[in-house]
């Protein structure tokens, strides 16, 4: 008979180790270590809204397969490094984790960054300004563009906007957002920050339903 697993997980990492235990398959040292870190990184250190019962029982039997006792301490290794964005430019930090959205016959992009402590934000913020803005005026394919970043923690998030008709940004982000953010110059600041699948990308498509 056909083998189904149904279950709710805010990891991926949690899901193959549970395939694993109900497949009889024996994790090794290295392997655990592997999952664990993928955890972590899923769950923001498991402190995301969306760990569940088995990403906690994942957790904790990672934990003790892998010998890795110090979550915390891998974790932000783990940060820090990703966080580094050594030998990238500008332009690759904003495309690393970047989505295309088309709605009512407009097409936008979203490039989510993150960096590792909130006095960070605002010099991360004026570089991505300056991409997209380059990115519109050379041509490319998206009508706006946006970025979010955001700290570790997710305490406060400044996102900015470039548009090939410049007449529709203001009405897009005052409409859109303006009672949930603090205007200050290019930006706006989010306190916490808002997550792009949920917080920002519906709004944005259901302004686009009122234009023409």
């Known amino acids: 008979p056909i083998f189904v697993l149904s279950c709710s997980a805010g990891s991926t ?3 193959v180790y549970k395939l694993c235990e109900v497949c009889d398959v024996e994790l090794t040292k290295d392997i655990a270590g592997i999952l664990l870190a993928g955890l972590l ?8 809204k969306y760990v569940t ?49 088309e709605h009512n016959g407009v097409r936008y992009g979203i490039g989510c960054i993150e960096v590792a402590h909130p006095e960070l ?18 041509g490319c ?17 400044y996102m900015g906007i470039a548009e090939k008709d410049a007449a529709h940004v203001e009405n897009l982000m005052t409409d859109t957002f303006g009672e949930k953010a603090e205007r200050k110059g290019d930006f706006y600041i989010f306190t916490p920050n808002l997550r792009r ?14 234009l023409p």
């Open 197 to 210: 699948k949920t917080e920002i990308v519906p709004p944005i498509d259901a302004y686009l339903d009122t």
């Open 121 to 138: 934000v605002p010099d991360m913020a004026e570089r991505m300004q300056a991409v997209i803005e380059s990115e519109i005026d050379s």
């Open 13 to 15: 990492s949690a899901i």
């Open 41 to 48: 990184s899923d769950t923001s250190n498991m402190k995301s």
């Open 53 to 101: 019962k088995l990403d906690e029982s994942a957790f904790e039997k990672l934990k003790e397969l892998s010998g890795i006792s110090d979550t915390d301490e891998l974790f932000r290794g783990m940060l820090e490094a990703k966080l580094s964005y050594k030998g990238l430019s500008d332009a690759e930090i904003f495309y690393s984790d970047y989505k295309d959205y």
């Open 141 to 157: 394919d998206a009508d706006f563009l946006l970025y979010s970043i955001c700290d570790a923690n997710y305490s406060t998030g």
